[in-house]
């Protein structure tokens, strides 16, 4: 398998990389950013000068100090021949270490020795033992699995000439990971946690989070439940990761019983509770029959909600629990649990933060050269995008906020957008039933906290819900006074005349105006009333009217969307976008749940040129419909385009080659793959991906 091109990042000043890295390691405070290899070069004809280059990579085996020399011994390789015009004479590799907070880096001088030491947090140099070595292995394997990108470029793109390798190819490596996790796992939560996960523990951290993605990528189920069995007998919380993995591997018997009898310990572990109730609620949408179905979600509300109990400040336990609701159809606790989620500011993955560079260099090996992929960046670059699809901000959610948007959009997807603002009404307090409120100063608390206006939110989610003052409540009172506050009239309904940009109207007034008149005739005689409905009430809050907000303009766009595609279509017109707003379309599609119209904008996307955000959404499309052949040729795009940029491994990719095997048979994919009319080295990419699943073993495969 011939190894990604090399890309190089040129310097303006010598060694500024290095000390670029050394200043960031104090704001590290995730995994660490990707390792960085930096390389002197000398001209061949100028010996005296000198130039100093860079990269970043991940995946490189960093157990010791001499398999990162022999990595820059390989690029050393590349250098020499007839047609070379400069010589590395010296390389440095940092790969950071997240367990002690220390930067590892092996100095190489070409010819000559290898040095190896460590830098912490002040810049000050320290030696490099044994142990911390085992460390940065760990930490290692576990940032090529968590930076890898999953086949949509958005990875890749957020940082610029990475390349990333497989860090376990074959049973040995795996070995070799297997025993550094169990070793360091009890210390797995000094790596932190993501951004779901409030608090960091023996079983919600990096560390477990990668070995379970390591496990669903490669399928060496056999593998983790013999490292947690090993665990369990050490901290019986590991049960919940032992079941996890158990249900990935279909051992639902196995599965339950570890956390039954776990749970008969430890009744009140939040991990395991939530993994019942995860496990619970999908047997219940494979129901056969409603009663088995009304069975299962019971028993899975019951696991959720006390969950809630014994994690009150994690938003995975909420999230469940609304999830549940959901399922149930019983909205208004849907809503009023998704309303109390405890709602954490995204914290992002750690990225190399350096000086504006001299040149770039970004090579293309023979190897990935396909037409549709060579173009996209030419292509991308003239393109016009309508500024109302780029400043849609529900795209730009993380965490949180992303998980809490998607429980929000599946309820509008399964009840209507109208049913969705009707249940808000009468689970939250309303802008009409505020103002009678303010009325009656005497009846009802003078203060008053912002978060009842129910559309009016901050521009951006908050995970804060604090009290505003007087004055600025009334300042924003006057601000918003134009605008209806309450969301009841967001219907998405169609204007006769054709007038999209009007098809979904703003905000207005819960209540009717001449209700209004009347009630407060008989204010007096419904006081008692009003107050029993109020106090029955919620205050929304902040983060969740924004949401609502920016739900609302989805929706606006959306509508405006297919109502002109209607039109054209009446009018036997072509309807245009660029593909990139073709793409932005199909990922606002498939944000809403609205399946076929994000695959019918994706291909629109593709029509015009290779897109690998477009082309991963009709692939999980593919294998959710069973379609092999067209899996397969997206994969090989997708294969390739990565490979282009300096990625020989995608985890979510390899998952769907060991998938597809697993379904069908290597023998036959790997059939399909070979008769697919592209070049033969583009084709041997994939081939790849199907060889390692043959080396683990997996199920399919003709060992």
Known sequence: MVAPAVPEITEEILQESIDARTESLIA???????????????????PGKHIGVYHHVTGVDASSSASLAAYINTLTYREYGQTA???????????????????????????????????????????????????????????????????????????????????????ET???????????????????????????????????????????????????????????????????LLSKVLFMGNEEVEGVRALHQALKEMPMDYVMLDTQAEFLLRKAKTAATPEQREERLRMALGCADRSTIAAPSEFGTWARLAQVYVTMEDWENALTILNSCPMF??????????PDPKDVHLPTLPE???????????????????????????????????????????????????????????????????????????????????????????????????????????????????????ADSLAPTLVPNGKADDALERPSSTADPDEIKKSDGEQGANDEDHLSRLNNKR?????????????????????????????????????????????????LAERLQHTDEAVEAYRACLAQR????????ILRVFEKNKNTR?????????VTWQYRWYSEFSPELLHTVRTLIEDEGAVKVRSIIQATNLPQTVLDLTHHYAALCATFRSSGTDG
Request: net charge negative.
């Open 368 to 486: 990935t050269r396909l037409d549709e992929i060579d173009s996209e960046p030419e292509s991308r670059y003239s393109e016009q995008v309508d500024p109302s699809l780029l400043n849609l901000r529900a795209a730009g959610y993380r965490g949180t906020f992303k998980q809490a948007y998607s429980i929000l959009t599946e309820m509008t997807a399964k009840i209507g957008w109208d049913q969705l603002l009707k249940i808000r009404s009468n689970v939250f307090v309303m802008e009409d039933e505020y103002r009678n409120e303010r009325l009656e100063p005497a009846a009802y608390p003078a203060k008053r906290n912002a978060s009842t206006d129910a559309l009016r939110g901050t521009p951006d989610p908050n995970p804060t819900n604090g009290d505003a003052t007087d004055d600025e409540d009334g300042e924003e009172t006057a601000e918003n006074e134009s605008k209806a506050a309450d």
């Open 85 to 171: 015009t400069t010589k590395i004479v010296e390389g440095v590799y940092c790969c950071y270490n997240a367990f002690s907070r220390l930067d590892m880096r092996v100095h190489v001088t070409i010819p000559g020795t290898v040095e190896s030491y460590c830098v912490d947090e002040r810049g000050e140099k320290r030696k490099a033992t044994d142990d911390l070595w085992l460390e940065t292995y760990l930490c290692s394997v576990l940032r090529a699995y968590s930076y890898a990108d999953d086949g949509s470029g958005d990875t890749i793109r957020k940082i610029m000439g990475v390349r990333r390798f497989n860090p376990v190819t074959n049973t």
């Open 174 to 240: 795996e070995h070799r990971f297997l025993s550094a996790a169990e070793q360091l796992f009890f210390r797995g939560w000094q790596l932190g946690s993501d951004s779901v996960v409030q608090v960091p523990n023996m079983v919600s951290n990096h560390l477990t989070t990668g070995l379970l993605k390591y496990f669903q990528t490669t399928g060496r189920y056999a593998s983790g439940v013999n490292l947690f069995e090993k665990l369990r007998t050490q901290n019986v919380e590991v049960s919940s």
């Open 28 to 46: 590290l405070r995730e995994l660490g950013p990707p390792d960085l290899v930096h390389l002197l070069k000398q001209p061949v004809r100028n």
């Open 630 to 638: 067209e899996a397969v040729a997206a994969t090989i795009r997708l």
């Open 610 to 617: 290779f897109s690998p955000k477009a082309l991963t959404g």
């Open 345 to 354: 500011t995204y914290q992002d993955k750690d990225a190399p933060v350096m």
């Open 539 to 587: 205050l929304c809050e902040r983060w969740l009217d924004s949401l609502f907000m920016v739900l609302y303009e989805d929706l606006r766009v959306y509508t405006i969307w297919r109502t002109q595609m209607a039109q054209y279509r009446a009018q036997s017109m072509q309807y245009k976008k660029s593909a990139e707003e073709w793409e932005i379309l199909g990922s």
